[in-house]
């Protein structure tokens, strides 16, 4: 699946949620939910620096997939084209290094 069909998935996806769930995901839902699983990546990396837990990658690829999957509906609400963006900023980022 490339971008383009991800970006779209993740706004099919949305859609039924809105429709199913009988609320609108407006960008401050969408955002809240991007920060709790930020926040969720956040405690899995202090745990593991203080020691109290071993690293537990599965946890850590599941919040940062989630974080994506916010980050897309995000863009899709404001009509962004994710591949594009990215695209173009990588270009500026090569540019730099």
Request: net charge negative; glycine share 4%.
């Amino acid at each position: 699946m490339n971008i383009k069909e991800f970006q779209q998935e993740v706004k099919k996806v949305f859609e039924i949620f809105s429709k199913t769930k009988n609320t609108k995901m407006d960008s401050e839902h969408l955002f809240i939910h991007l920060v709790e699983e930020i926040g969720e990546i956040a405690r899995e990396l202090v745990n593991e620096k203080i020691g109290r837990s071993e690293t537990r990658k599965e946890k850590i690829a599941e919040e940062i997939a989630d974080a994506i999957i916010f980050l897309v509906a995000i863009a899709d609400y404001y009509g962004i084209d994710i591949e594009k963006i990215l695209e173009k900023d990588l270009e500026k980022i090569k540019k730099i290094a």
